[in-house]
């Protein structure tokens, strides 16, 4: 089979073997997969990646002890957890210290022909959801995860920093939970997106609001981004960190303190929001696929996602291809 | 009457008229007052201070419009709130965005014979706490700020970074709360008040225990104490921000995220709860006084201050004083 090999920044296509499946695994043929912005991140160094990259996938399972997974359309948690501690018992796999992570941490990616995933990890995807916006269940599932953290009142307003992929889905789940949401970014074409979502937007100019949200949400990927979160922030307000930045960011510690704001690092989220949220198409999310090329031209596709202005690029094996 | 005047790093002692009591101001006779980090760091240049310092103080009312106040012995809130918007109204005017601080913020401060606030501020001082424990009231305040924010159990293990005077009485007051506190610092003889107070306490080597705490309170004063904070929780913990420190901190946002940390910026508190911890005696603060210093040496006892392993250095108006 076809299989994306990421090393010291190259993306390259490999020929591999069929992966084994151990018990209680599933082996899933893919259908389709999103590049998401970590992807672009280890591409760059970060975690010392080296492999197969890739963790937003919709495929088929072909292969599993239990034979009512065969066949079906599904997507797939990213956490392989030991579900024997206390973060698992407490159903928080998603910390479990002995983890592995789909196509980041000690377990080969979603950006191949086939992969393979514990059964306990596997959602079925519903037939109202087609296989491009499948793509987007785990990110949408990261954009919830808010939602798990801090309550959030219905009409609350919070302010969304940044127009890329996940800003626009952080800023349509607040939406669509009954917040008061404001999405502050630099690029017309995106923020529109989100205006033909119903969610107010700003071009962010020299200018942002101060002390202005009770809530803020920094989606910017930038190092700059979590600076301006908290001065946006009312005191006692909440900022949320959802876009990680390698390396160290420099910020001011002073007003975070003084006005007494609280930070809330927030990761990997729960998939049964997220599909709720894509079968009843709360969330939009066409307009967020930017182009779609075949696996055997993922370089192309990555050099792809990583341009100015361009959001979800998506890879599918190529037809015809079958191991 | 004597005031000390800080500019521009310099600390002077100037001759100056007794200050107006607006209405609803009460005039206050200093007993004693404590120099705290912060007045060192105003002293660097933090908020471009020039003026009089000082707001850690008890001193005995002198004039007030509510005669019930002349002749008590007061400690008062630092924060000079409006009264009159939103932030006031919920009880939170330490947020007041038109506040003045004492010794901070346009209101001068304590370290002079006769300083000015608000009756509304003041707080009587019960007999059974002593003038020079009384110096402490608005410390121990912020320290019970936390219990104010964040819900604590009893028995929950809690890590204290810093055994400087903050973090000395921030381990006191989670330890009088019920938490299972173990204090991190450097200097055995700064630990040992704290293992005097029942604490466990640690020496910090070169290693930090790493995601071991469901909570960490960092009171280092130090760039590098938030970074070990955040690595010392456990995914999903809490780490309290209670030390500013001037200028940019660089921390690395990745594990914060990853780990789901949440961070808890935590400034002034109530000064009820304090008063209370330290009329009980449940606050051990004798020890936490290194030195005492007439007023009019007020140089002399910022340098000692600044002196490494120096802890609370308290001034007092000189002896025979009056106007």
Redesign the interface.
């Known amino acids: 089979m076809l299989a994306v090999h990421l090393e010291s920044g190259r993306v390259e296509l490999r020929r591999a073997a069929l992966p084994r499946v151990p018990e209680h695994f599933a082996r899933i043929r893919l259908i389709a997969a999103g590049i998401c912005s970590t992807d672009l991140e280890l591409q760059r160094g970060y975690y010392g990646f080296r492999g197969t990259p890739g963790h937003e996938f919709v495929g088929q399972v072909s292969e599993a002890n239990d034979p009512a997974w065969i066949g079906r359309r599904v997507a797939g948690e990213i956490n392989l957890a030991c579900g024997k501690c206390d973060?698992c018992a407490r159903g928080?796999g998603r910390?479990c210290?002995q983890r592995s992570v789909l196509g980041i941490v000690k377990h080969p990616g979603a950006f191949r022909e086939f992969l393979t995933l514990p059964m306990r990890n596997l959602h079925r995807v519903p037939q109202s959801i087609p296989d491009e916006h499948a793509v987007f269940i785990e990110p949408v599932a990261a954009a919830c995860e808010i939602l798990d953290?801090v309550k959030i009142a219905k009409g609350e307003r919070i302010g969304v920093l940044g127009d890329g992929k996940l800003g626009l889905l952080v800023a349509q789940v607040l939406h669509a939970h009954g917040a008061n949401v404001n999405l502050f970014g630099r690029h017309r074409h995106k923020l529109a997106i989100a205006d033909r979502a119903g969610i107010s937007t700003e071009t962010i100019g020299k200018m942002l609001p101060l002390?202005e949200y009770p809530m803020v949400v920094d989606a910017t990927g930038s190092p700059e981004g979590?600076r301006s979160a908290i001065s946006m922030a009312i005191?006692?307000g909440i900022v949320i960190?959802?876009?990680?930045?390698?390396?160290?960011?420099?910020?001011?510690?002073?007003p975070?303190?003084?006005?007494?704001?609280?930070?809330?690092?927030?990761?990997c989220g729960r998939f049964e929001p997220a599909i709720g949220l894509l079968a009843s198409k709360k969330i939009r999310v066409d307009d967020l696929i930017s182009e779609t090329f075949p696996l055997d031209r993922a370089a192309e596709a990555f050099a792809r996602a990583a341009t100015k202005g361009i959001l979800k690029v998506v890879l599918r094996p190529p037809a015809g291809s079958a191991r």
Do not use: F, Y
């Open positions: 973060w928080l910390h210290p953290q002390r979590l005191p006692r960190m959802k876009s990680t930045v390698h390396g160290l960011v420099p910020i001011d510690t002073a975070a303190i003084v006005n007494e704001i609280t930070l809330v690092g927030s990761r």
